[in-house]
């Protein structure tokens, strides 16, 4: 499609990734070489993007995984963080909690969820797993042109985070300049030999604890100490004889099962793709999926009311009337990463981890080079409508992976970047390989819209148009009301996503599809 970057893809027969980064799928296919399983991979990848995108994911972070085993089936992993069990006069006053600083930090989910999948699914040690991304953040890793633009726009705004400017000090900044993190390999090292244990109850939990105490934070070491990643059901539709598979909550994606469940009722295949009327109807199905989420103005209050026969009937013949501007009781920011692996043993896996904003709360604590989370950020405490702080509980995500069936084989596994924007650019992937027959490659490429920015809790009407679209496209969309805009240069803007996707195909055996967008690659061996 003119105008949209090239995705890759990559075929092989005994394992095949899709990462956020180029040095993480190298990673993940040199330890599938090795003999180690999917899971292994996908350990050592998400290590290695926890260095070479840290703006975007990390140790403090958070994370998502669903996997497909020949025995275990389709099973889910929550590796998300609670709020603070405990609140203080520092929230006094406020409507929501700060989007950067001490406030806005959960309890980092991701080493807690490592240890967990490398347990049960694995079957190398984590600090072998560790390996590749200890040496870069010792060695070091050239900065690209996205990391480059965000170590510029951070730069300014780290007067009150002195131990992140700190970091950014001792490095270079522009494109081709190395940037080292030898506090986080230490970290890393640590992990490794110690295991998550020491990471929530050991010398990493005093040392967390300490740093949020001194900068007037409510996390503390008794909050790290009671968190337990969890293995949970996914949730499963049947699309078009397809078995679809996402997250559960608190994930996102039950709204993109909610969408195709509507969706299901019309005849997508008589559309053309990316013709105006095909977005008006798809963007009407995802307004009435948001609109069914928990905390929206539909009331229900969780995915088997959403996701019901007769939830799809109901909004069948109410989606012409559904308002274009729309609150979305979920906050969101683009800045996140991905991955999936899979392998020749049957065993696929796709996950989505996450600081949440760029650089997340610009927490670093001190001698470890860790960089926390700020999942609570914009949470309400007042009595404006949206999602709350509750002491002590996991807040909704927007992330969400999903995989898909047909006939015992995995079709596709993936996620994407994009906040919000995460459900729409999935639920576009998998209507253009089922419904419009596409390839797995040419539905990531294809061009996308997205409804609404994906950052912020807001009411917003505005329909982003990727270039390369049927001409007229925009113009019969503003007919039909929408307030237009077409974004000229996809990957700076970060609107669409930047799609992994793995999963096995009969003639071609095992794949992998990076998206173009934001720098993703694909390997297979």
């Not at 003119?2 to 040095?23: E, F, K």
């Not at 807690?112 to 890793?141: H, V």
């Not at 078009?240 to 469940?261: C, D, H, K, N």
């Amino acid at each position: 499609m003119t105008g949209v970057p090239r995705g890759s893809i990559a075929h092989g027969y005994r394992g095949a990734v899709a990462a956020g980064s180029a040095p993480a799928a190298t990673a993940a296919v040199e330890v599938l070489a090795a003999g180690g399983t999917a899971v292994d991979a996908a350990i050592a990848a998400s290590a290695v993007q926890c260095v070479v995108e840290f703006p975007w994911c990390g140790v403090g972070g958070d994370m998502f995984m669903l996997l497909h085993h020949e025995e275990a089936g389709v099973v889910a992993l929550n590796g998300s963080g609670a709020a603070p069990a405990r609140t203080g006069p520092q929230l006094n006053g406020l409507d929501q909690v700060p989007r950067f600083g001490p406030l806005s930090v959960a309890v980092p989910g991701l080493p807690m969820a490592w240890q967990l999948a490398a347990d049960r699914f694995g079957s190398r040690p984590l600090s072998e797993l560790l390996g590749p991304a200890i040496k870069l953040a010792y060695d070091g890793f050239q900065i690209d042109a996205r990391l480059a633009r965000a170590l510029a726009e951070v730069r300014p705004a780290l007067a009150d985070h002195p131990q992140l400017a700190a970091l950014l000090d001792r490095n270079g900044g522009t494109p081709g300049a190395m940037f080292s993190q030898p506090d986080l390999g230490h970290t890393l090292e640590a992990l490794g030999r110690f295991g998550a244990e020491w990471f929530y109850q050991g010398e990493f939990a005093d040392r967390l604890s300490a740093h949020l105490g001194e900068r007037g934070g409510l996390l503390d070491r008794a909050d790290l100490a009671r968190h337990e990643a969890a293995w949970v059901a996914p949730l499963s539709i049947d699309y078009r004889g397809y078995q679809v598979y996402q997250t559960p909550p608190v994930s996102l994606g039950v709204a993109m099962l909610a969408a195709l469940r509507i969706v299901e009722r019309f005849d997508l295949a008589a559309l053309r793709p990316g013709t105006p009327e095909l977005i008006d109807l798809m963007v009407r199905c995802k307004l009435a999926a948001f609109a069914d989420l928990p905390g929206g103005p539909s009331g229900l209050t969780g995915p088997d009311e959403q996701l019901a026969d007769a939830r799809a009937a109901y909004w069948r013949d109410r989606l012409p009337d559904l308002p274009q501007r729309q609150s979305v009781p979920v906050a969101g920011g683009t800045d996140t990463t991905c991955l999936a692996v899979t392998d020749a043993a049957g065993l696929t896996v796709t996950m989505i981890h996450s600081l949440f904003n760029a650089f997340g709360s610009r927490e670093l604590v001190d001698g470890t080079g860790v960089l926390l989370n700020d999942r609570l950020a914009t949470l309400r405490l007042g009595d404006q409508p949206g999602p709350r702080f509750v002491p002590g509980a996991r807040p909704p995500h927007t992330l969400n992976a999903y995989l898909v069936k047909r006939h015992d084989r995995v079709v596709i596994a993936g996620a994407t970047p994009g906040g919000r924007g995460q459900v729409q650019t999935n639920f576009q992937i998998l209507t253009n390989l089922v419904d419009h027959g596409m390839g797995p490659l040419a539905a990531v490429e294809h061009a996308r819209w997205l409804h609404g920015t994906p950052r912020r809790y807001a009411e917003d009407s505005t329909l982003y148009l990727e270039p390369g679209l049927p001409g007229r496209t925009a113009d019969r969309l503003r007919d039909l009301g929408y307030d237009v805009r077409i974004s000229e240069n996809c990957a700076d803007d970060d609107l669409f996503g930047s799609a992994t996707v793995v999963g096995h195909t009969p003639c071609t055996g095992l794949y992998a599809v990076a998206d173009g967008r934001r720098g993703a690659a694909a390997t297979a061996w």
